[in-house]
Nanobody, 129 residues
Framework: QVQLVESGGGLVQAGGSLRLSCAAS????????MGWFRQAPGKEREFVAG????????SYAVSVKGRLSISRDNAKNTVTLQMNSLKPEDTAVYYC??????????????????????WGQGTQVTVSS
């Protein structure tokens, strides 16, 4: 089992930047592919970005491509989401998630929330217009 704790959320003006971090503890971090999801009020949880266990493969939602960047540091057990050029529609609770099937997936990044096994508590991101 792995425990995930997000940090870095907050209030920012449109066009600004935030950097979200997710710290993992428990089992070997490199055994997990990692993802960021978000959920806005009244909406379903949606995939934002994902990264393979090695960091060599990444995947992004169309709505964030070119503005958000995911990375990981397996030595520090962290995954980071750099968020630039933020828009009001990026306002949501952002969740870090771990997919335990890294050895099976290889460099494939899964975008479906149901495929992720462990979740953090979330961090609020609010973008004002």
């Amino acid at each position: 089992q792995v425990q995930l704790v997000e940090s870095g959320g907050g209030l920012v003006q449109a066009g600004g930047s935030l950097r979200l971090s997710c710290a993992a503890s428990g089992r070997t971090f490199s055994n997990y592919a990692m993802g960021w999801f978000r959920q806005a009020p009244g909406k379903e949880r949606e995939f934002v970005a994902g990264i393979s266990w090695s960091g060599r493969s990444t995947s992004y939602a169309v709505s964030v491509k070119g503005r958000l960047s995911i990375s990981r540091d397996n030595a520090k057990n962290t995954v980071t989401l750099q968020m630039n050029s933020l828009k009001p529609e990026d306002t949501a609770v952002y969740y870090c998630a771990a997919d335990a099937r890294a050895l099976l997936l290889g460099e494939l990044v899964v975008t479906l929330a149901d495929n992720y096994d462990y979740w953090g508590q979330g961090t609020q991101v609010t973008v004002s217009s």
